[in-house]
């Protein structure tokens, strides 16, 4: 079921990852599974409030509901119905609840399928602790990453073939002939493309990204001394890019020879992926913006999320040049499901995102003074309160308090 936008709603403008956004814009949702549909809905309560705090009435979402998931393929028989992929191509914002992704079997991941559709080629993932969470680091305020994933390359790509399958036979009797590579009868395929236009344009994002927002550092993570054609090709690429675009604006740390960052400069490095992840844990300090192509980038964000203690509060945003997709970094949760008990934080840091990505940052403050304000008064949900020794609020709850805390 696709619901029909609020009346007055106009489309938002997406050129070149930059948004022209009307005073109405019509925003996409859809509730997802599991605890998809209660977090979605209290965010939701929760934008409208802080558009409400910060633009006294002359701004308005006009919010529109579509049907993926579970529910969708009950309905319609498809879990990405065709009325759902049109309208995501005509209004290109959408905040997205958790939806389920098989393990082994099954359906290809609607995540994916919806990236591929809008070509959100980019994840950006900030990972900063907040005071009252319980890391396993001693210092924990260390952690302040932006994580920039490649979102569109990779093994995410899905080219892969059971081993018994016709496919498998024929690939591995091709090698074998062709290429004079072995491998085992038994083996499933799959093939690992990375291409240097897609590296360079996600490259490009992250450097503008970086100097944007002022940051420090930024890494490429790759597994080039292994993978030399495809994530050590990423590294060469990435390194082009910087070099023959944005000349004056990063130093190099091989050119450093070990001396200061000059001022006004941006130190570039890379890291091999193995040893990223023992820095991110031994030397967060030493890290900011993290660059990685897909599959390395997925783990990374989950490993430095734990690093804050709790990957239910962080939230993350697909974007490309003509749209954008925001939703929580977590899963759906489906034992939490309609027991009013989860935690919110994820979608609504998403939804701060998409509010900042629309231009309306003073909306995507408000909530950010509310949810420290929240944590600060101990007003939290199951996931948080157990950490502080007081009674937990339920989502519905959590989601009153903030509104109510943007008043204040």
């Known amino acids: 079921m696709v619901t029909q936008p609020a009346a007055g709603g106009q489309p938002v403008t997406v050129e070149n990852g930059k948004c022209t956004t009307p005073s109405t814009p019509i925003v996409l949702y859809i509730e997802g599974d599991g605890i998809g549909p209660e977090i979605v809905q209290v965010t939701r309560a929760v934008v409208d409030a802080s558009v409400r705090a910060a633009y006294r009435g002359s701004r308005q979402i006009s919010w529109m509901r579509l049907s993926a998931g579970q529910q969708a393929e009950i309905d319609t028989g498809s879990r990405l119905p065709k009325e ?20 082994g079997e099954g359906f290809r991941s609607l995540n994916v399928q919806i990236r591929m559709l809008l ?16 890391s396993p ?14 979102n569109t390359d990779d093994l995410y790509r899905g ?9 498998a036979r024929e690939l591995r009797s091709f090698l074998s002939n062709k290429f004079k590579v072995e491998i085992e009868n038994d083996s499933g395929i799959g093939i690992k493309p990375m291409g240097k236009s897609k590296t360079q344009r996600v490259a490009r994002l992250a450097y503008k990204y970086a100097i944007d927002n002022s940051r420090r550092v930024v890494t490429i993570m790759h597994k080039g001394n292994i993978m030399k054609y495809t994530e050590g090709a990423f590294r060469v690429w990435a390194y082009e890019v910087a070099r023959n675009e944005f000349p004056n604006q990063f130093v190099f740390e091989g050119d450093l020879k070990g001396g200061p ?8 490095n890379d890291r091999i992926a193995d040893n990223m992840f023992q820095q991110i844990i031994t030397r967060p300090d030493s890290y900011d913006v993290i660059l990685a192509p897909n599959l390395n980038g997925d783990y990374i964000s989950d490993a430095a999320g734990a690093l804050i203690g709790d990957i239910g509060v962080l939230g ?6 003509s749209g954008g997709m925001f939703e929580a970094v977590h899963g759906t949760a489906p034992k939490y499901a309609g027991k009013n008990v989860a935690n919110p934080l994820g979608v609504i840091r998403g939804a701060q995102m998409m509010l900042r990505f629309m231009g309306w940052m003073e909306a995507a403050q408000i909530i950010e003074d509310a949810v420290e304000k929240s944590i600060a008064s101990k007003q939290v949900t199951q996931d948080l309160a157990r950490y502080f020794g007081v009674t937990p609020l339920g989502t519905k709850e959590y989601g009153s308090v903030l509104v109510s805390l943007m008043d204040k």
Do not use: C, H, Q
Not at 316 to 321: E, H
């Open 119 to 134: 070509d959100l080629y980019a994840n950006i993932r900030p990972v900063k602790f907040m005071p009252g969470l319980e």
């Open 137 to 150: 680091l001693k210092r924990p305020e260390k952690v302040d990453l932006i994580i920039v994933r490649e």
């Open 159 to 167: 080219i892969e073939w059971e081993s018994a399958s016709k496919e």
């Open 316 to 321: 993350g945003a697909n974007i490309g040049d």
């Open 84 to 103: 759902t992929e049109a309208a995501i191509l005509k209004y290109k914002i959408l905040l997205k609840g958790p939806l389920e992704t098989p393990v």
């Open 261 to 268: 960052v000059p001022p006004g400069k941006l130190l570039l």
